[in-house]
């Protein structure tokens, strides 16, 4: 930031009017006549995510910026085309088939494994293209162009800079050959091998050399020179850096970097700040040659709103939605009647809706409980008691319920940020001009929202509510990620100081298990395992549970019940029928010896249910494991063929299912009662509560079920899956002996018609299409060999039935694809290896696909594993 402050030509006073919850520091001033803001990433941190984050709050706190300069530092690639020095600066531009900035990284692991398209190579704006063009062609002319003259003119206006942002020297310019490593780790060259130096020609001036081309921009250091080198001669990488990514996407944006090293091992610090001043000199030669009309009129005052039509109002307010919003609501089990008004009484839940009261809890209510205790529930009927009362609006209520077994939007907190802000603009309309917000980028849709656009407008939209309070209610705390939540409870605990003097609250309640302890600075607490209202809510279950069941020793026989659940009503309510079962065997002797034999805590429970009979064992393990393993949950449909398909005459003679009824039931016995199917608008198969899925992963379930297993868990889970998947495609290729037709193209009609043909008579070929390699490939993790897999895969078939359900023409495999390109791009770096272990792979640079070679589709497509290995 120093170097491109002190390019400024005037610095104006800080306006210190930004957003709130804007925390960058911005420079005001101008440049060559343009109004400039600068804002620097926080120090210590970097990388494309962190420039994004910066970037938005920038983008919020002033609206009207017309276009971007990413001014910094980078790893330059020297090649005998491209001489490129130290201090030289490098300008992101783009050439036929070569984007201006490229992504290098690991994309973000999205819902069920895939991998977000990373790389998306936005253009620079025509404006700034344009700029840069025409420096160029003044620099044939002129040669050296300004950057010299602005940096000397610097360092007469603050002295106190030459020392540190001089040119450091030619003699310190020194580019080793690339197979030559840095000699002592942590140190100067100084003890490296000077023959080991690449002769170059001496330049006639120290002055710096601009260069346009493309720039590889991501979250990892590149310190090697023949990474540096594989990518610079595959893609015409100039330079490396770590920030442009984060802007180019979203931000007419152009990225500018001085080069402080060459991204190999002898990299180290000595040139970076005289290459931020050169790419700061160049910023400010290409402001020179912009035009004023492009300026706002004066500097943004920040605003908040913009234009933005009321359509495209709507079309953001129903992305917000998605499909499986209201799904875990529906599925939690409604409350047994009588039970959990206890909690309307309860003194604190009476001082969470006081008013008078705010400010010793600042609206923040912790319902807390074991495991199966019944939170859920108390949530759920809570919830609709508290709409009911609310008739008259005087309070918006707006919930959400975490569900681990869910897709990514049901345990993530942007799905949170999403559900509540859906929920909240449909029930005060008038709150929807916060969508008119300028931090939403044009185009945003439903896989586009961040955590920070949507913090920002949560709260935008909360301030904005004039007469109303909100009541938030939030579920199953503990289902999401730990750090996800520390960061929401902190963003929603800022609220309750930000409200103490105004009319309209935020009051949320939150429920979770005891562990992770995540504290509240204020705040009420009730812990259920406490509460007599629990105890007795049990009692009354239980009362009503064992009505019909008569006779003198019942009352004892429900106080032992009481005493052995700990308060978990889940072990209640599993337990109940067991009881009765036994009851109308054997009557009372039969359920009282039963109640002996049934263990207490729910993991003992969950160990009896399991084993208690031997029926059907292969489809119990085999249907848990696909529960556990599946790489994103099952329909019903998809779940019962992948049971059946563990054995090829099972799945031969299997009678495709009538309907969801005779499916459930079918999960339900395979379960041994413990799988259920979610209620949602499109079912999916999952466990009845998280503490099934805790019991057979985190405690050992699955260990002592398959007591015989010889490697991890995972990794014969995988295999078996994988096996699985194998049966299934290998009948589907049965069913066609007379071979296949010819694909119509993937975006016409008849592949739309014949995809739904295809899925609704094989309902889990879309599944094995997508996952079937990569189980294996998790599968030959670390233990279980896949060669013989390997040596026997169809490719062909596959490549088939994928291009099938490919909708995107240009995706689809051609049919001499090679297995290698496949793992590339996919990232499968386990059978990577192995293969490449055994010579399978060799001509990693030939061309076969979409993106050319297998190295070159691992490099577009940010395959992390995959390059590791190259
Ligand atoms: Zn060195």
């Given at each position: 930031m120093a170097a491109a402050r002190a390019m400024m030509d005037e610095i104006h006073e800080d306006c210190g009017r930004t957003s709130h919850g804007d925390t960058n520091t911005y420079t005001l001033g101008t440049i060559m006549g343009h109004n400039c803001v600068i804002a620097c990433l926080p120090g210590g941190v970097y990388g494309t995510t962190s420039t994004t984050a910066v970037a938005n709050s920038m983008r919020f706190s002033f609206p009207s910026i017309q276009f971007w300069l990413m001014v910094g530092i980078g790893g330059g690639a020297p090649t005998d085309r491209n001489d490129i020095r130290l201090g030289d600066v490098v300008v992101s531009r783009p050439s036929p088939g070569r984007g201006a900035v490229i992504q290098y990284d690991y994309g973000k692991l999205m819902s069920g494994g895939r991998f977000e398209q990373t790389g998306t190579l936005n253009k620079p704006p025509p404006l700034l293209l344009t700029a840069s063009a025409k420096l160029e062609a003044e620099y044939r002319v002129r040669k050296d162009g300004q950057i010299p003259t602005f940096i000397a003119e610097m360092l007469r206006q603050y002295p106190d800079m030459k020392a540190k942002y001089s040119h450091p020297g030619v003699e310190h310019d020194i580019l080793f050959h690339p197979s030559y490593d840095h000699f002592d780790p942590?140190?100067?060259?100084?003890?490296?091998?000077?023959?080991?130096?690449?002769?170059?020609?001496?330049?006639?001036?120290?002055?710096?050399?601009?260069?346009?081309?493309?720039?590889?921009?991501g979250n990892q250091v590149i310190k090697d020179a023949k990474t540096r080198d594989k990518f610079s001669r595959e893609l015409g990488i100039l330079c490396f850096e770590m920030e442009a990514a984060g802007l180019m996407d979203n931000f007419p944006s152009i990225a500018i970097r001085g080069i402080c090293d060459y991204a190999d091992s002898h990299k180290s610090k000595q040139w970076q700040e005289y290459a931020a001043v050169s790419a700061a000199a160049?910023?400010?030669?290409?402001?020179?040659?912009?035009?004023?009309?492009?300026?706002?009129?004066?500097?943004?005052?920040?605003?908040?709103?913009?234009e933005k039509t009321p359509t495209s109002r709507k079309e953001l307010l129903e992305s917000l939605e998605f499909d499986e919003i209201y799904s875990r609501h529906a599925s939690i089990k409604t409350a047994h009647t009588q039970t959990c008004k206890w909690l309307f009484d309860n003194l604190k839940y009476q001082n969470w809706l006081n008013f008078n009261k705010y400010s010793e809890h600042h609206g923040f209510l912790w319902i807390k409980g074991k495991p199966g205790?019944?939170?859920?529930?108390?949530?759920?009927?809570?919830?609709?008691?508290?709409?009911?009362?609310?008739?008259n609006k005087e309070k918006v209520i707006i919930s959400f319920f975490f569900n681990a077994r869910g897709e990514y939007l049901e345990n993530s907190t942007i799905g949170m940020y999403r559900s509540l802000l859906f929920q909240l603009l449909l029930a005060v309309p008038d709150l929807q001009v916060t969508l008119n917000s300028n931090s939403i980028a044009k185009g945003t849709h439903g896989s586009d929202w961040s955590i920070e656009i949507l913090q920002n407008l949560f709260l935008q939209a909360i301030k904005q509510l004039t007469d109303q309070s909100v009541m938030c209610f939030i579920d199953a705390l503990d289902e999401c990620d730990e750090d996800e939540i520390r960061n929401m409870v902190d963003f929603l605990s800022s609220f309750g100081d930000m409200s103490d003097h105004r009319v309209s609250r935020l009051y949320i309640c939150f429920s979770s298990r005891h562990y992770p302890h995540i504290s509240l600075e204020t705040g009420l607490e009730i812990i259920l395992d406490d509460e007599d209202?629990?105890?007795e809510?049990?009692?009354?279950?239980?009362?009503?549970?064992?009505?019909?069941?008569?006779?003198?020793?019942i009352e004892e026989v429900k106080a032992e019940v009481l005493g052995k659940s700990s308060g978990i009503f889940l072990w209640v309510v599993l337990v109940v029928p067991i009881l009765r079962k036994a009851y109308d065997h054997g009557r009372m002797a039969a359920l009282r010896q039963k109640l002996r034999?049934?263990?207490?805590?729910?993991?003992?429970?969950?160990?009896?249910?399991?084993?208690?009979?031997?029926?059907?064992?292969?489809?119990?393990?085999?249907?848990?494991?696909?529960?556990?393993?599946?790489?994103?949950?099952?329909?019903?449909?998809?779940?019962?063929?992948a049971i059946q398909s563990r054995d090829v005459r099972e799945l031969s003679s299997a009678e495709p299912p009538e309907d969801t009824e005779s499916v459930r039931r079918f999960i339900l016995s395979s379960s041994k009662g413990l799988a259920e199917l979610s209620k949602s608008r499109r079912p999916n198969a999952q466990f009845i509560h998280e503490s099934v899925r805790d019991y057979l992963l985190r405690d050992g379930g699955m260990q002592s079920l398959l007591v015989d297993l010889q490697v991890g868990l995972a990794h014969s889970s995988h295999d078996l899956l994988r096996h699985c998947c194998d049966n299934y495609m290998a009948m589907v290729v049965q069913s066609h002996p007379a071979g296949w037709p010819n694909l119509p193209d993937a975006k016409s009609h008849e592949a739309a018609v014949l995809r739904k043909e295809i899925s609704e008579k094989f309902p889990l070929l879309p599944y094995v299409v997508e996952f079937l390699i990569k189980h294996a490939d998790d599968a030959e993790g670390e233990g279980i060999q896949q060669d013989s897999w390997v040596d026997g895969f169809p490719l062909k078939s596959w490549i088939y039935l994928h291009n099938i359900f490919e909708k995107h023409q240009v995706?689809?495999?051609?049919?001499?694809?090679?297995?290698?390109?496949?793992?590339?791009?996919?990232?499968?770096?386990?059978?990577m290896k192995a293969g490449m272990q055994r010579g399978l792979y060799t001509n990693l640079n030939s061309s076969g696909g979409r993106y050319g070679s297998p190295i070159r589709v691992a490099f577009l497509r940010g395959s992390k594993g995959v390059l590791e290995i190259l």
């Open positions: 942590g140190l100067t060259c100084r003890n490296c091998d000077k023959t080991q130096v690449k002769p170059r020609a001496t330049r006639p001036s120290t002055n710096p050399i601009v260069h346009y081309g493309t720039i590889a921009s160049y910023a400010k030669e290409l402001l020179s040659v912009i035009p004023h009309r492009y300026q706002a009129k004066e500097v943004d005052s920040p605003r908040i709103w913009s205790a019944g939170k859920s529930t108390i949530m759920k009927y809570t919830l609709e008691n508290a709409r009911k009362a609310m008739k209202g629990h105890s809510d049990l009692a009354k279950y239980l009362n009503s549970k064992l009505s019909s069941i008569k006779g003198k020793k034999e049934i263990p207490s805590g729910l993991n003992d429970l969950f160990k009896d249910i399991l084993t208690r009979d031997r029926d059907n064992l292969e489809d119990l393990f085999v249907c848990l494991q696909w529960i556990l393993y599946s790489k994103r949950p099952l329909t019903p449909f998809e779940l019962f063929f995706r689809r495999y051609k049919d001499s694809a090679r297995l290698v390109y496949i793992l590339a791009e996919n990232d499968l770096a386990n059978l």
